[in-house]
């Protein structure tokens, strides 16, 4: 069967399983509240969008391709 040190070595480790497991759970919970804190944070709604315009100057302007395209009436 098994000795005493091999008894207390299983405990030890079933102790530091849940020390981590309860590490592990307080991590999640610490995640979830920053990935909730970041979603109201940065929501779309919560953004304020103010257009405005931008004139192009001569230099700026590049036309690589031109098409041409019409409809036949019926």
């Known amino acids: 069967m098994f000795n005493l040190q091999e008894k207390q070595d299983a405990r030890r480790a079933q102790e530091e399983l849940a020390r981590i497991d309860g590490e592990i759970a307080a991590l999640a919970?610490?995640?979830?509240?920053?990935?909730?804190?970041?979603?109201?944070?940065?929501?779309?709604?919560?953004?304020?969008?103010?257009?405005?315009?931008?004139?192009?100057?001569?230099?700026?302007?590049?036309?690589?391709?031109?098409?041409?395209l019409w409809e036949v009436a019926p």
């Open 29 to 68: 919970d610490q995640l979830e509240d920053e990935i909730d804190d970041l979603c109201e944070r940065f929501a779309p709604d919560s953004v304020t969008v103010e257009p405005f315009a931008i004139t192009p100057r001569r230099g700026d302007i590049h036309i690589e391709e031109l098409a041409l």
